[in-house]
């Protein structure tokens, strides 16, 4: 095993993704020792770049939380020098086949694994497949692939996209990201929730009101609006890492913590300053209906979810940038203590907040009494704030996907029936919305969101919890 290589090839190694997050999780998994002995990174893109140009620019936008620490420089130094860069097209069987070459160099023999991390746009993404699985697979040891969304902008042309990677790789190469089940909090939901007695039995339309996932941005779509506004929110954000989190929270228990018995579950079921409007930016067409802002309210059908809404909502530009979900508890029947809460009845039930990010915590919101000689109640919250609690930083997600991928754990990546179960949910809404060219509802940059999402909560006699 020892003996063995690891190759790591960003494929689209000069673009966004490739520097703000996969070259500094690798950077960080190597501070930490989690590299394989013989590992080797290579960066693929088209531009002409040579090895010292590509290790200037890791070095240049190294922005993980290593950057802190003791010895940054010194091991920054060390992986660099396992850093390579290929410049090649993506759709080159030869291009690809001169990859090849200089991989074996590095694997001297060794046994081979190979991991390609596609992280180029969809256009390409199956030539480069293909030209990799073909003229670049390893020789010996596991080929890999992860890919990233967007797959596909609907069910036909997601359905279309797996189709196509499958003429080229079995299903147990794909590694589908979802970045979003890398952070800590979503990966802790399970263990929240089965591991602890107080809540286990409470998961349920018995004790259960509601369920809000609420992601906020507190910016806009800034040099992205080419590919936004191809896609807009709700298959940005709701489509993939809201529903994930839904299905994670809201599925039956697993037969194990096996991955495929967990992803089996899961498919059944800036204020003060003026910023520029979303059709102001040059890369946004003026005429355009991508919607920035999305509600929606979701049910599911089964008997523990009878009747409980799953209230989404995702934006850009908003007052914040945060990402929780919401449990909001029914009320205790005939409370002894109703007329010492004071009139909103809907403020005093409990409510369990899971906030993924920033200030990653858990906290619940009690009633308690208000010390003092009188009887007068108020909310509180049982608090636990990870900075506080644990002193180690939290990985970002991609260290822990990426960690996984090398060791072949896909618990944490999207089966392609999950894939499909999550576009058929969505697709249709989308139809409609594009086909009706329908005008979202528009709000100021920083501010709230529109109100038609208090609209649509009061509609299933909600409140979001995160506007107090
Ligand atoms: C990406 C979206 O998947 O997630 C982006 O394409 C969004 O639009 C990003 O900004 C948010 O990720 P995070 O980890 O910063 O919350």
């Known amino acids: 095993e020892n003996e063995s290589s690891v190759s790591i090839t960003v494929v689209g190694a000069s673009g966004d993704l490739a520097k703000k997050k996969i070259f500094p999780a690798l950077f960080a998994l190597y501070y930490e020792g989690c590299l394989p002995k013989h590992f080797t990174v290579f960066g693929y893109a088209r531009s002409k770049m040579t090895d010292a140009e590509l290790r200037n620019m890791v070095s240049k936008t190294l922005t993980c939380r290593i950057d802190q620490r003791e010895n940054c420089g010194e091991k920054m130094d060390q992986f660099l020098k396992r850093c390579f860069y290929h410049s090649g097209q993506y759709d080159s069987q030869e291009h690809f086949e001169a990859l090849d070459k200089k991989l074996k160099e590095h694997e001297g023999g060794r046994e081979s694994n190979r991991l390609f991390y596609l992280s180029i746009p969809p256009n390409i993404f199956i030539d480069a497949v293909k030209c990799a699985s073909s003229s670049a697979s390893a020789a010996s040891g596991w080929t890999r692939v992860i890919v990233e969304k967007p797959f596909g902008r609907d069910s036909e042309s997601s359905a279309a996209l797996t189709k196509a990677l499958k003429q080229y790789l079995t299903e147990d190469q794909i590694f589908r990201i979802d970045h979003y089940l890398g952070k800590e909090l979503v990966e802790n939901l399970s263990v929240l929730r089965f591991s602890n007695l107080i809540f286990e039995p409470l998961w349920s ?3 259960i009101r509601n369920v809000q996932l609420i992601f906020s941005e507190d910016f806009g779509t800034e040099g992205r609006g080419g590919y936004f506004d191809n896609y807009g929110i709700i298959r940005d954000i ?3 890492h809201l529903l994930q989190i839904l299905a994670l929270f809201a599925m039956e228990t697993p037969v194990s913590l096996d991955a495929e018995d967990i992803r089996n579950e899961k498919s059944h079921t800036r204020g003060g300053v003026t ?4 059709t102001d930016d040059k890369t946004v067409p003026k005429d355009s209906v991508t919607p920035t802002f999305a509600a929606a309210a979701l049910f599911i059908d089964n008997a523990r979810w009878d009747g409980v809404p799953f209230l989404m909502k995702a934006g850009k530009a908003l007052h914040n940038r945060s990402a929780e979900i919401r449990v909001q508890f029914r009320h205790v029947p005939g409370n002894l203590y109703n007329r010492n809460i004071g009139t909103d009845l809907d403020q ?3 409510e369990l907040v899971i906030r993924v990010q920033p200030d990653e915590a858990i906290y619940l919101k009690i009633n308690n ?3 003092g000689l009188g009887m007068r109640l108020d909310r509180s919250n049982l608090n636990l704030l990870y900075s506080t609690r644990y ?3 939290i990985p970002d997600a991609y260290e822990r996907l990426l960690l996984d991928a090398i060791e072949g754990e896909r618990r944490l990546f999207i089966r392609s029936d999950e894939l499909d179960a999550a576009w058929s949910l969505f697709t249709p809404v989308l139809k409609e919305l594009e086909e009706k060219r329908t005008i979202p509802e528009y709000y100021p940059y920083g501010s709230r969101g529109p109100v ?3 609209y649509l909560a009061a509609r299933y006699k909600v409140r979001w919890g995160d506007l107090g």
């Open 275 to 278: 910023h520029p409007g979303y």
């Open 369 to 371: 009494k208000v010390p």
């Open 238 to 240: 709701m489509q993939n």
């Open 348 to 350: 005093a039930t409990n």
């Open 391 to 393: 002193s180690k930083e």
């Open 205 to 207: 339309r018995q004790y």
């Open 452 to 454: 038609g999402a208090h």
